[in-house]
């Protein structure tokens, strides 16, 4: 595709359940961000691959957060064990170089 | 640690109207980017423009300008003749340049809700 895909657009999770955010990024680009979004907030790093290589997690708020890329491709952002809290937009970019990123649409996670 | 702070919550004027965004930023870097995104109700970034910090030199883009101003750690976004379209969240961002190793990780202010009236 011509962006970055993020599937799904929206997802409702029951308190407790275990959830997984699925980001395609565009095509040949290294670099891969996931960045979460709290309502009226601004979007709040998360982690950074390049390719496969986790090289920043510092923003995961927990240990119920986890993030993959295992082919330097795709990844997954996944979440253990949903509270309230972790409802919000989470958001993937992915960029060539090191400087510009492009955004996905994003997935609006709501916990009930 | 950084910080970007864009003190105007919501802003509402009228088409044809011109309208300036105001963003603040802190940071120890000598090297940094600045840069400013639309997020449209549909909710994807759309990236506006990028700056390095050694160029000061404002920039015009049809009807979107931008001040950067070091002194006063400022980077203020300008749109002339508003129009209904225009109206989004923009955010103002901060990127510092220390090396691919630690990636371009972004850290936004909380947004300007621009509401353009017809």
């Known amino acids: 595709g011509a962006g970055v895909s993020q599937s799904p657009r929206y997802k409702v999770a029951k308190r407790g359940q275990d959830v997984a955010l699925r980001c395609d990024p565009i095509?040949?680009?290294?670099?891969l961000f996931w960045y979460q979004q709290a309502l009226g907030q601004g979007p709040e790093f998360l982690t950074y691959?390049?390719?496969?290589?986790?090289?920043?997690k510092s923003g995961l708020p927990s240990d119920r957060f986890f993030a993959e890329r295992p082919e330097g491709s795709v990844s997954t952002l996944k979440i253990q064990r949903t509270q309230q809290e972790d409802s919000a937009v989470y958001l993937c970019?992915?960029?060539?170089?090191?400087?510009?990123?492009?955004f996905g649409q994003g997935t609006r996670l709501t916990v009930v | 640690a950084q910080k970007v702070t864009q003190a105007q919550t919501e802003i509402s004027v009228v088409e044809k109207e011109d309208v300036t965004l105001d963003c603040v930023y802190e940071t120890r870097d000598t090297t940094y980017y600045l840069f400013w995104y639309k997020q449209p109700p549909s909710g994807e970034l759309v990236f506006l423009i990028r700056r390095n910090s050694f160029d000061e030199q404002n920039e015009i883009s049809g009807r979107y300008s931008w001040n950067f101003q070091k002194s006063t750690s400022s980077f203020n976004f300008t749109i002339t003749a508003s129009q209904v379209v225009d109206s989004a969240v923009y955010f103002c961002a901060l990127s510092e340049a220390s090396g691919e190793t630690s990636g371009s990780r972004l850290t936004f202010g909380e947004g300007t809700q621009l509401t353009v009236n017809p």
């Open positions: 095509s040949g680009h290294v670099s």
């Open positions: 691959f390049q390719n496969e290589a986790q090289l920043d």
């Open positions: 970019a992915s960029s060539e170089t090191w400087i510009e990123a492009f």
